[in-house]
């Protein structure tokens, strides 16, 4: 069987190294006879398999010492709510910017969670001539004391990405779900960053968290004890039983990366896979980018056929191509392909093959 490419945004393709040694080592981990799954995660092999993992990601992020980084359940969604519950109290005020889906979503959970007189938003993408562009206000020229601003740096439903580090004078919160570790950041410009592993770093269902220190003695509303950050943080994120085999994948992909050459050299190829592609979609008539040069996402390619009625046939196609889950989010339509770490640059060739390809069979 040849290749088959998984383009899915999420849960997305793992690194094959680290799923063939999953396999390898499902039924007998660390020589202990028994899965991974099937050990307490308090043993001494499980605690030491956390703590190898903690190190990895602070080495991969260059993660300052006065942050905690925490492995919890509940995924994106379950940091919208936490976030709220952890930093907002009774009285303050929160800013959220909104650039796409995730981060309207998240407007959302707040607004739910906190009420309306809460929530400031701001929408910072144009969308004059249907191109989508981020433009951010001075956050300095508000005059407004909020508890903390919350954006999503990298929309995987828009494929918008914002490259910039926020300038801001009040705490940042970062859902960086689908673009941690994809390029180096200054972990230190953020109050909290936090990521659902099912794009770049494993299973869905556990999220990382990356929190600064002094933002834990900010008022909390009252919530679950499983979404409580000062208790994961008592606890080394085993408050309640974790997601073992999510972690211990987690653990695996941070080997690898590091294997790699860690985020340094991912995002050179990342830079390199993403501009392999975009170059094609601007470089003919048959394909389309809707989104400003300076915001086109490098983990999140949306693309459209500007003539639509030829969607289903080529989803149908490239699938036939072992190239699958192109399909564009429901609520966009379209194409999307989604490039993560895991990709490798022979995927996105082949995906830019077949494109051409289907363009040329198509063009009158
Ligand atoms: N934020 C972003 C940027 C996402 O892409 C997603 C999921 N695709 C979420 C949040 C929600 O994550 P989850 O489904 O794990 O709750």
Redesign the pocket.
């Known amino acids: 069987m040849s290749a088959t490419y998984n383009f899915c945004?999420?849960p997305a393709m793992l690194p094959v190294e680290v799923m063939n040694k999953a396999q390898m080592e499902l039924l007998d981990w660390n020589g202990q006879g028994v899965s991974v799954m099937e050990v307490s995660h308090r043993s001494k092999e499980f605690i030491a398999l956390t703590e190898q993992a903690e190190a990895d990601i602070r080495e991969l992020m260059s993660i300052p010492n006065d942050y905690h980084v925490l492995f919890m359940h509940g995924?994106?969604?379950?940091q919208f709510a936490a976030v709220v519950n952890n930093f907002l109290g009774n009285k303050g005020k929160a800013l959220y910017l909104v650039d796409g889906s995730?981060s309207s979503a998240a407007v959302d959970e707040a607004v739910k969670l906190a009420g309306s007189d809460q929530v400031d938003t701001i929408n910072i993408v144009d969308k004059t001539n249907g191109i989508n562009r981020v433009v951010i206000p001075n956050l300095r020229a508000l005059d407004k004391d909020y508890r903390y601003v919350h954006y999503?740096p990298?929309?995987?439903v828009d494929g918008i990405e914002i490259f910039d580090e926020l300038d801001s004078p009040w705490p940042i919160v970062a859902?960086m779900?689908?673009n941690i570790m994809s390029r180096q950041i200054d972990v230190s410009r953020y109050g909290l960053i936090y990521a659902?592993a099912?794009k770049n770093i494993g299973p869905?269902g556990l999220s990382i968290v990356i929190v600064k220190d002094e933002l834990l003695s900010h008022p909390q509303l009252a919530q679950a004890s499983i979404m409580d950050y000062r208790l994961a943080v008592k606890h080394d994120s085993m408050y309640n039983t974790p997601p073992t085999f999510a972690w211990y994948l987690a653990a695996e992909v941070f080997k690898w990366l590091k294997g790699k050459g860690g985020v340094a050299a991912m995002e050179k190829l990342n830079q390199q896979k993403a501009e392999l592609l975009y170059t094609f979609i601007d470089s003919n008539d048959f394909y389309e980018s809707r989104v400003a040069t300076e915001n086109r996402s490098k983990m999140n390619v949306t693309f459209y056929l500007r003539d639509e009625s030829l969607n289903d046939e080529f989803i149908k196609q490239a699938k036939a191509n072992g190239l699958v889950a192109l399909k564009g989010h429901r609520s966009v339509g379209g194409m999307r392909a989604s490039i993560y770490n895991a990709m490798p640059i022979e995927g996105v060739n082949a995906l830019v093959k077949f494109m051409h390809q289907f363009a040329a069979k198509h063009s009158c």
Do not use: I, M
């Open positions: 945004a999420g995924g994106g969604r379950g995730w999503c990298n929309e995987t859902d779900s689908s659902g099912q869905s």
